[in-house]
């Protein structure tokens, strides 16, 4: 049997589901002031292959009965997860859209995010979905820093 299903419209996701990203230490991560790992601006930079970024749609999981949660880890070596929601990213100037994947029909990608006020604001808004692993960031960051060190 083949299944055979129609992407979400823009119009049709609510404000109120979250947008959830993967977080991923350097890159997504920054020390704050008092030395912990928090979510920075750079976790919603937009792709450099397809000026888009990428998370999951709560509420095309939750539409299929599914918890948000469901999808961690799609990337490799996540430290913790952010979400913002719909209303957010659509306050903060960002297009989003459901943009299903071979492997994640409840893939998300959202437009717009590539000036530093979009990237900023929602950085400020965010919240950690899932907390962010304080050691696996450090170990992470450490040996990215050796890594670029060593070359």
Request: net charge positive; hydrophobic share 50%; glycine share 8%.
């Given at each position: 049997?083949?299944?055979l299903r129609r992407k979400w419209p823009s119009?049709?996701?609510q404000p109120e589901f979250r947008f959830i990203r993967a977080l991923r230490?350097?890159?997504h991560v920054s020390w704050d002031e008092r030395?912990?790992?928090r979510i920075s601006s750079k976790a919603f930079g937009p792709s450099?292959?397809?000026k888009k970024l990428s998370g999951d749609l709560e509420e095309v999981l939750a539409h299929d009965g599914l918890n948000p949660d469901c999808m961690y880890p799609a990337v490799r070596d996540?430290?913790?997860?952010?979400s913002v929601t719909?209303?957010?990213m659509r306050e903060a100037g960002a297009l989003v859209e459901h943009d299903p994947t071979t492997f994640n029909w409840y893939h998300g990608a959202a437009s717009g995010t590539g000036k530093d006020k979009v990237k900023r604001k929602?950085?400020?808004?965010?919240?950690?979905?899932?907390?962010?692993d304080q050691a696996l960031a450090k170990r992470l960051h450490e040996e990215a820093d050796a890594k670029q060190v060593s070359a």
């Open positions: 049997m083949l299944l119009s049709k996701l230490s350097p890159y030395g912990f790992y450099s292959t397809d996540p430290v913790g997860a952010a719909i209303g957010q929602l950085a400020k808004v965010a919240v950690e979905f899932i907390k962010i």
